[in-house]
């Protein structure tokens, strides 16, 4: 266990629907992710926050909306969603970004849309 | 745009034998950081090593070392006496130092065969 937690592990939503991806830290760290992990693409990092302030949107489309009420916790609210979504989405977090710190990743969701 | 290259899509060995995982990666920047992260079946993306471009040394971490040449930018890895446990995708990442973004390859599935 790395001290990063995300539920739930698996998740299969329409394309109507409206659900959460959630992530906890323990690792005393100011800084989380979310990656998307796609079948035969590499890790896309989607958002990166930064003592509970969102520091990178990677041009992600709008139907995945981040929030992070403190260092501890992340979530990634999704609706409208596509099948092209379906994707194991990871979670990571680290000491304060942009000091090269080390990412540690929880276990992910798998996410299935239909 | 930094871009990491990992050209072997799949490789086994034998159980206690070697194993070299290739990397190479583009960057015009001078100063940056490598990772290696194991990801196996249970999807728990794994931190394996890590080397600061600065240091001339290569990184080690028990049965895990990288041969690392910044000149040809690249970064493989190697594993020693493999066990069955390593079996898992290997994903080569890089981190520019005024930054937080991981730009990971594409992956290696490593299967480690008794």
């Known amino acids: 266990e790395t001290g990063v937690t995300q539920t739930p592990r698996h998740l299969v939503m329409g394309m109507t629907n409206k659900k959460s991806l959630k992530c906890e830290q323990h690792?005393?760290?100011?800084?989380m992710y979310w990656y998307k992990q796609s079948a035969k693409k590499p890790l896309e990092l989607m958002f990166v926050?930064?003592?509970?302030?969102?520091?990178e949107n990677n041009s992600v489309p709008s139907r995945f909306s981040p929030e992070c009420p403190n260092s501890s916790h992340l979530f990634l609210h999704l609706h409208t969603l596509q099948p092209e979504d379906s994707a194991l989405y990871l979670c990571?977090?680290?000491?304060?970004?942009?000091?090269?710190?080390?990412?540690?990743f929880g276990p992910g969701t798998r996410l299935l849309v239909l | 745009a930094q871009t990491v290259t990992q050209s072997q899509p799949e490789m086994s060995v034998q159980e206690a034998e070697t194993v070299t995982l290739s990397c190479t990666y583009d960057?015009?920047?001078?100063?940056?950081?490598l990772f290696w992260y194991k990801q196996p079946p249970s999807r728990q993306m794994i931190l394996v090593i890590r080397?600061?471009?600065?240091?001339?040394q290569n990184a080690t971490e028990n049965r895990f070392s990288v041969n690392f040449q910044k000149a040809a930018k690249s970064f493989s890895l190697k594993i020693s006496d493999s066990q069955l446990g390593d079996t898992a995708m290997y994903f080569c990442?890089?981190?520019?130092?005024?930054?937080?973004?991981?730009?990971f390859g594409g992956g290696t599935r490593v299967l480690v065969k008794p």
């Open positions: 990571a977090s680290s000491r304060p970004a942009g000091n090269q710190e080390t990412q540690y």
């Open positions: 690792l005393g760290h100011n800084a």
């Open positions: 926050y930064n003592f509970k302030e969102q520091t």
């Open positions: 960057t015009s920047e001078s100063n940056y950081y």
């Open positions: 080397q600061e471009a600065y240091k001339q």
């Open positions: 990442a890089f981190m520019q130092a005024a930054g937080n973004k991981l730009t």
